[in-house]
């Protein structure tokens, strides 16, 4: 159930900013986008969720379009250990509230 | 505070037999989510609950596997009659509610031989 896509990998320098983008083009208007990252060999960790405003926090910020078709997670100064796979789900929005995660774009931070 | 955990953190079994796997939630959180993760794919989702009470199981991949969980907080998921398929990271989410961010454990890495 393909709600997102995302590129296959990206290569980011270290100390320089990540911009991971998303396309959601068939998201709903009352569905949350969420970012995770999962790191080799460690469950899926929470990094940020907005609904149509960009949202910020320690870790990173999320930027969303004005038609929230799209979005771009952005790690300010990335350093060697934000090098994971970066999943951006579309929370479905009913009763269940499944989260499908995608393949993800590998992000490999370089020194 | 405390996260979620999951036991064991490796598995290696033999075909036929019978696993069981555990997820203990973050306190206080009454959603749980339980998903499979295979090498290089992304999640597979195969069941949640709310409270003591899974309303959606469409996710099962068979009828040898079931979950359950009692008193609203630890959740078993087991696996019958075990097939080198069923070799996966299974991984275990809670959240304060249905709507609510979902928080992982580490998973158990599970090798049917």
């Known amino acids: 159930d393909a709600k997102t896509t995302q590129p296959p990998s990206m290569d980011c320098a270290e100390g320089r900013a990540a911009n991971l983008p998303c396309n959601h083009s068939?998201?709903?208007?009352?569905?949350?986008v969420y970012w995770y990252r999962q790191i080799h060999s460690q469950g899926p960790q929470y990094i940020i969720h907005?609904?149509?405003n960009n949202e910020t926090n320690e870790m990173a910020s999320l930027i969303i379009t004005e038609d929230r078709k799209s979005s771009t997670l952005i790690l300010p100064h990335a350093t060697l250990r934000d090098t994971a796979v970066y999943y951006c789900?579309?929370?479905?929005?009913?009763?269940?509230?499944?989260?499908?995660f995608g393949s993800g774009t590998k992000l490999n931070v370089k020194p | 505070g405390a996260g979620v955990s999951q036991s064991p953190s490796n598995k290696v079994t033999e075909k036929g037999k019978d696993v069981e796997l555990r997820c203990d939630p973050i306190?206080?959180?009454?959603?749980l989510y339980w998903y499979r993760q295979s090498l290089g794919q992304g999640l597979e989702f195969l069941i949640y609950?709310?409270?003591?009470?899974?309303?959606?199981k469409s996710g099962l991949p068979s009828d040898r596997f079931s979950a359950e969980r009692t008193g609203g907080s630890v959740s078993t998921l087991t696996i019958q009659r075990t097939q080198q398929e069923d070799s996966a990271v299974y991984l275990c989410?809670?959240?304060?509610?249905?709507?609510?961010?979902?928080?992982f454990g580490p998973g158990t890495r599970l090798l049917v031989l």
């Open positions: 907005g609904l149509k």
């Open positions: 068939t998201i709903s208007g009352n569905e949350y």
């Open positions: 789900i579309v929370r479905v929005a009913n009763n269940f509230n499944k989260f499908y």
């Open positions: 989410a809670s959240s304060q509610g249905v709507q609510e961010t979902q928080y």
């Open positions: 306190s206080g959180h009454t959603a």
């Open positions: 609950f709310q409270g003591n009470s899974a309303p959606d």
